[in-house]
């Protein structure tokens, strides 16, 4: 089992920057990608950014050149930075994990964290 939680959502105005944390805890080693999902209500969900055990990244086309994925050392803290924010970003960004990575986004959520609330203000 694993689980996850994510940290560092808040309310910033656009043009801003933020920084998602989701700290990995249980059976760690059984994880071969990590991402992040974000959810706006009447929105489709959207995967913005994975990262695999290997370490390579991809982004939707929507965050490209504006978030970056990034895992720390001992591999169980992967963080979303976030800049130039705009007022779409608004979003619960949840941090998820696969078991069996594919490279596309219907084999992303084995695990789910709780969420974390972002609001970009115009």
């Known amino acids: 089992q694993v689980q996850l939680v994510e940290s560092g959502g808040g309310l910033v105005q656009a043009g801003g920057s933020l920084r998602l944390s989701c700290a990995a805890s249980?059976?760690?080693?059984?994880?071969?990608?990590m991402g992040w999902y974000r959810q706006t209500p009447g929105k489709q969900r959207e995967l913005v950014a994975d990262?695999?055990?290997?370490?390579?990244?991809s982004y939707a086309d929507s965050v490209k050149g504006r978030f970056t994925i990034s895992r720390a050392n001992a591999k169980n803290t992967v963080y979303l930075q976030m800049r130039r924010l705009k007022p779409e970003d608004t979003a619960v960004y949840y941090c998820?994990?696969?078991?069996?990575?594919?490279?596309?986004?219907?084999?992303?959520?084995?695990?789910w964290g709780q969420g974390t609330q972002v609001t970009v203000s115009s």
């Open positions: 998820t994990a696969a078991r069996y990575w594919s490279g596309s986004p219907e084999s992303m959520g084995d695990y």
């Open positions: 249980g059976s760690i080693l059984s994880i071969n990608a």
């Open positions: 990262i695999t055990s290997g370490g390579r990244t």
